[in-house]
């Protein structure tokens, strides 16, 4: 057995509007009045109810439209104390839309709901409810259905000079040194004066001041709204060096091979960092305005202030030459304490419910104004990288016979971390003894166990294999440490590694396993005579811990 290990209708009644239809030269007319409900939708068949909000109303505009010739529209009013009034009926267009105005008989009771009802082909849209206005006696047309003059409904007539349905009373908004028109609530055109110089209101975009006139009076501002005499500062924005301090600190989780928590991570080799581990930047920051100026410096992660940092008050001469500060060509060599201040940013690494993934890290100074500066070295960081061994088969050995040795098939052990994240993995391998699961009286040779001892195995990776290593055999085959868990019982540093070649510091070469590779294990078994059972119970374990 192997095992790898990595540490969501309403109803209506036809009556007469009023109760009588007026004929003549007269025609009721609606002036001024609000838009209180509107509902675009289309309808259809026969009827809709609107729920409008309970309110006064004085009449309401729909489009209607019939498939057939002959239909006709009413409108149901029906009232807070729970009665009700029908307007007479309108003659619906066939086959093309038209707009039908109906006034409510009672306009000082309370609606709650209204109903629109036609014949079976008839089709509604574009209801709305309107309160106010008063009826005022206008020429033309008959009844109050077909051709009054109406502010609101959108059709200019009568003495109206304008009407734009439910945009009346909107204000429009005049360019500086302009104008512009729009239509009251009243149907009238309404003209709206834009800023301009000498009406006594800043307007920055366009005017360095405004003393409410246009004559040059010696107070400073011309009849153009400039300033007579002025002094403008640029606003510099602050400058960002990385100096040459980028740490990266171990967390304590577990000791590594070289540092401990707290200590600097030197054996980190890519940049990926975990949950619990920090880097650091030591920066030089620079704003010509003035160092208190700066607001705030800190460290982004894709664009995200992630962490605050901290001043550095020390007294310094010169410039640290490895911040390599320039502006243009100038190289900047004296420290103005004035100007300049060191900075401190720590990023701890955060769980992956919020880092995880390709990043990108900087540190960004911003001034009281909101001008940020940004250094230079944005670097791409890869946060809590999965991390993953792949084995491509179980190990077994066929039956075999008693004081003979046998190999194994090649097992595939592969570094599966996530794509791009540059996990380098430092590779290890430990075991148990092995024991017969049944009650057979195994005995190997004089018991029923079989030692780790008569396992051995061959390691290839790239260049290197484990026949050059120290602690091989004659074929290159190399025992195997006990171990239950990651340094359990014993540290694996110096004993477990897979391939013991190529030493560079306290790391083998021959040892790290890049991302997407694999390595080859062939595994050899010694087996004692005399010797008998299935030995069945027992495991060799790969282990793989992140560099």
């Given at each position: 057995m192997?095992n790898?290990n990595?540490?969501?209708r309403g109803k209506?009644?036809?009556k007469?509007?009023?109760?009588?239809?007026?004929?003549?030269?007269f025609l009721?007319g609606?002036?001024?009045?609000a838009l209180?409900?509107?509902d675009?939708?289309?309808?259809?068949?026969?009827?809709?109810?609107y729920?409008?909000?309970?309110s006064?109303?004085?009449?309401?505009?729909?489009?209607?439209?019939g498939?057939?010739?002959g239909e006709?529209?009413?409108?149901?009013?029906?009232?807070s104390?729970?009665?009700?009034?029908?307007t007479?009926?309108q003659?619906?267009?066939?086959?093309?839309?038209?707009?039908?105005?109906?006034?409510n008989?009672?306009?000082?009771?309370?609606?709650?709901?209204?109903?629109a009802?036609?014949?079976?082909?008839?089709y509604?849209?574009n209801f709305?409810?309107?309160?106010?206005?008063e009826?005022t006696?206008?020429?033309g047309?008959?009844?109050?259905?077909e051709?009054?003059t109406?502010?609101?409904?959108?059709i200019k007539e009568g003495?109206e000079s304008?009407d734009?349905?439910?945009?009346?009373?909107?204000?429009c908004t005049?360019?500086y040194?302009?104008?512009?028109n729009?239509?009251?609530?009243?149907?009238?055109?309404?003209?709206i004066?834009?800023g301009?110089?000498?009406?006594?209101?800043?307007?920055?975009?366009y005017?360095?001041c405004?003393?409410?006139?246009t004559?040059?009076?010696?107070?400073?501002c011309t009849n153009?709204c400039?300033?007579?005499?002025?002094?403008t500062?640029e606003?510099?924005?602050?400058?960002v060096?990385q100096c040459?301090h980028?740490i990266?600190?171990?967390?304590?989780t577990?000791?590594?091979?070289?540092s401990e928590?707290?200590q600097?991570?030197?054996?980190r080799?890519?940049?990926?960092a975990?949950?619990?581990?920090?880097?650091?930047w030591?920066?030089?920051?620079?704003d010509?305005?003035?160092?208190d100026?700066?607001s705030d410096?800190?460290?982004?992660v894709d664009g995200?202030k992630?962490?605050?940092?901290?001043?550095l008050?020390?007294?310094?001469?010169d410039v640290?030459?490895?911040?390599n500060?320039?502006i243009?060509?100038?190289?900047?060599?004296t420290?103005n304490?004035?100007t300049?201040?060191?900075?401190?940013?720590?990023l701890?690494?955060?769980?992956?419910?919020?880092m995880y993934g390709q990043?990108?890290i900087?540190v960004?100074?911003e001034?009281l104004d909101?001008?940020l500066g940004?250094?230079?070295?944005?670097?791409s960081?890869f946060l809590?990288?999965?991390?993953?061994?792949?084995?491509?088969?179980e190990?077994?050995?066929e039956?075999v016979?008693p004081?003979?040795?046998?190999?194994?098939?090649?097992?595939?052990?592969?570094?599966?971390a996530d794509?791009?994240s540059?996990?380098i993995?430092?590779?290890?391998?430990?075991?148990t003894?092995?024991?017969?699961?049944?009650?057979?009286?195994?005995?190997?040779?004089?018991?029923?166990?079989?030692?780790l001892e008569?396992?051995?195995?061959?390691a290839t990776?790239?260049?290197?294999s484990?026949h050059?290593?120290?602690?091989?055999?004659?074929?290159?085959?190399?025992?195997i440490?006990y171990?239950?868990?990651?340094?359990?019982?014993?540290?694996?540093y110096g004993n477990?590694?897979?391939i013991?070649?190529n030493?560079?510091?306290v790391?083998?070469?021959?040892n790290?396993?890049?991302?997407?590779?694999k390595?080859?294990?062939?595994?050899?078994?010694?087996?004692?005579e005399?010797?008998?059972g299935?030995?069945?119970?027992g495991?060799?374990?790969?282990?793989?811990?992140?560099i």
């Amino acid at each position: 057995m192997t095992n790898t290990n990595t540490h969501r209708r309403g109803k209506h009644t036809a009556k007469m509007l009023f109760g009588i239809i007026i004929i003549g030269v007269f025609l009721l007319g609606l002036a001024s009045a609000a838009l209180i409900y509107t509902d675009a939708t289309e309808y259809g068949r026969s009827s809709h109810n609107y729920d409008i909000p309970d309110s006064v109303v004085s009449h309401v505009m729909v489009d209607t439209r019939g498939t057939a010739a002959g239909e006709s529209s009413y409108i149901t009013f029906i009232y807070s104390d729970g009665s009700s009034s029908d307007t007479g009926g309108q003659t619906v267009n066939y086959l093309s839309w038209s707009t039908k105005t109906f006034v409510n008989p009672n306009p000082s009771a309370i609606v709650t709901s209204i109903v629109a009802s036609g014949g079976t082909h008839t089709y509604l849209r574009n209801f709305n409810a309107y309160t106010g206005g008063e009826f005022t006696p206008t020429n033309g047309g008959e009844g109050t259905g077909e051709g009054g003059t109406l502010c609101g409904n959108g059709i200019k007539e009568g003495n109206e000079s304008c009407d734009s349905g439910t945009q009346n009373g909107v204000l429009c908004t005049a360019a500086y040194g302009g104008t512009c028109n729009y239509c009251s609530s009243s149907c009238k055109t309404e003209t709206i004066r834009g800023g301009y110089c000498g009406d006594g209101i800043l307007n920055s975009a366009y005017e360095e001041c405004d003393d409410g006139n246009t004559a040059n009076l010696g107070d400073k501002c011309t009849n153009e709204c400039k300033k007579q005499f002025s002094i403008t500062v640029e606003d510099f924005p602050p400058i960002v060096w990385q100096c040459d301090h980028r740490i990266v600190y171990d967390d304590a989780t577990e000791p590594g091979r070289i540092s401990e928590d707290g200590q600097e991570l030197v054996e980190r080799m890519n940049d990926y960092a975990f949950e619990g581990e920090q880097i650091q930047w030591k920066v030089l920051v620079m704003d010509k305005n003035g160092i208190d100026k700066v607001s705030d410096v800190y460290v982004t992660v894709d664009g995200n202030k992630e962490a605050n940092c901290h001043r550095l008050n020390e007294n310094y001469k010169d410039v640290d030459s490895s911040c390599n500060a320039k502006i243009l060509e100038e190289n900047i060599e004296t420290f103005n304490p004035e100007t300049m201040a060191y900075y401190l940013c720590t990023l701890t690494i955060e769980t992956t419910e919020s880092m995880y993934g390709q990043l990108d890290i900087t540190v960004e100074a911003e001034d009281l104004d909101g001008i940020l500066g940004t250094m230079d070295e944005t670097e791409s960081w890869f946060l809590n990288p999965t991390i993953e061994l792949s084995v491509d088969t179980e190990l077994n050995f066929e039956e075999v016979v008693p004081g003979t040795s046998t190999y194994s098939h090649r097992i595939l052990v592969g570094n599966n971390a996530d794509a791009d994240s540059g996990v380098i993995l430092d590779m290890f391998i430990s075991g148990t003894d092995f024991y017969d699961s049944s009650s057979s009286g195994a005995k190997c040779p004089t018991s029923n166990q079989l030692s780790l001892e008569s396992l051995r195995y061959y390691a290839t990776n790239g260049a290197y294999s484990t026949h050059n290593d120290p602690r091989a055999d004659e074929e290159g085959y190399v025992p195997i440490e006990y171990g239950i868990g990651f340094n359990n019982p014993k540290p694996f540093y110096g004993n477990n590694e897979l391939i013991q070649t190529n030493k560079l510091g306290v790391y083998y070469t021959a040892n790290k396993l890049l991302p997407g590779s694999k390595l080859a294990v062939i595994f050899r078994l010694n087996l004692p005579e005399p010797c008998n059972g299935d030995f069945d119970t027992g495991n060799i374990y790969f282990w793989g811990e992140a560099i």
